[in-house]
């Protein structure tokens, strides 16, 4: 027999605000979480000593020398945040971005004092030419363009450069192709085989850069990046570069910026079972700063609800900026 429901009933039996009624109700059924151990915070390393340089389209984000570097590990490793993410500004640029590759880099340097000083936090290391060529762009230029086959090479001396001085993670962001592969090799062939590489696989030609070009002094200075960065208009084209990567030896992959593609993050881990990150990129922090300094948005608000979207998506990693807010608010 089936029992009718009298027509005098306003409300349907299931009420979805039941389990929304208390704080501890809604923590007992949420279905994301966001902790300061998903977070890598980036750090911009410059040469000299004491200096603090505060990035003006970045509020709260400085250019640090490398001995400022222990005092930011432990700071972090207070907040939970498990690694950093190294860009390395040199004192000077060639055509070949021969700082890059220097055993004695400013990169090199900066993973060795964090290494010394803080050796139970995770150093990963932006590979790329860009903050390093005289020309800005993330390797070497022949006939007006990158030379593809030629960059690989300069990739992974970097790479291996770095896991010498004792970088735990690898992170290739140049989107040259083949080059996981590449640092694979190069890594291995050197002894280097628990060394991973996390590919920035889906690296859009984004506009949301700009701050990071001011901070990293990376802005080309000709052309731009789109032939060989991706189209923001492409999906379908970030699972193939995702699938060659891991193909080519990528442990983790990066969709970079996180805000705009989110739908990115999702295809990618409905498709793939690998760790994701994503970057949440300098222009997606200035915008938030921004709109919180002139009062418009609740900044933690706000802040935590865009880190719990990019983990909602699928990401298991966010690199942000605003990490070290992030995390001191979900202590609260």
């Not at 450069?161 to 080059?179: F, K, L, Q, Y």
Request: proline residues 5%.
């Amino acid at each position: 027999m089936v029992l009718q429901t009298p027509s005098s009933v306003r409300f349907p039996t299931a009420r979805m605000r039941r389990l929304r009624s208390s704080g501890l109700l809604r923590d007992m059924v949420r279905e994301t979480t966001l902790d300061s151990r998903d977070f890598i915070y980036p750090i911009f390393v410059t040469h000299g000593r004491g200096v603090e340089d505060a990035i003006a389209s970045m509020p709260g984000v400085s250019r640090l020398s490398v001995d400022k570097l222990a005092a930011q590990g432990r700071e972090l490793l207070s907040l939970g945040i498990p690694a950093v993410l190294l860009f390395g500004l040199p004192e000077a640029k060639d055509e070949v971005g021969s700082g890059a590759y220097d055993p004695d880099g400013i990169v090199q340097r900066a993973v060795r004092e964090l290494k010394n000083a803080v050796p139970e936090l995770l150093v990963v290391t932006d590979v790329c030419l860009c903050e390093y060529t005289s020309h800005g762009h993330c390797g070497v230029i022949r006939n007006g363009d990158v030379d593809n086959d030629e960059s690989l090479e300069l990739l992974a001396q970097t790479s291996l450069s770095h896991a010498t001085a004792g970088a735990d993670i690898v992170a290739p962001s140049d989107m040259m192709d083949g080059r996981v592969s590449a640092i694979r090799a190069t890594l291995d062939a050197e002894g280097r085989t628990n060394v991973p590489i996390m590919a920035y696989s889906a690296k859009y030609a984004s506009a949301f850069y700009g701050p990071f070009r001011e901070a990293a002094d990376s802005t080309p200075q000709f052309g731009d990046r789109r032939s060989y960065q991706m189209d923001p208009a492409n999906v379908r084209e970030a699972l193939r570069e995702v699938q060659l990567d891991i193909e080519e030896g990528a442990d983790i992959v990066i969709v970079k910026p996180a805000m705009a593609y989110l739908d990115v993050i999702a295809r990618v881990r409905e498709r793939f079972s690998l760790p994701i990150a994503t970057y949440n990129v300098s222009g997606e922090y200035a915008m938030v700063k921004a709109a919180a300094q002139n009062g418009w948005i609740d900044e933690q608000r706000v802040v935590l609800e865009l880190l719990t979207g990019m983990r909602r998506a699928g990401a298991d990693m966010i690199i942000t900026y605003h990490a070290k807010d992030a995390s001191r608010w979900l202590r609260q």
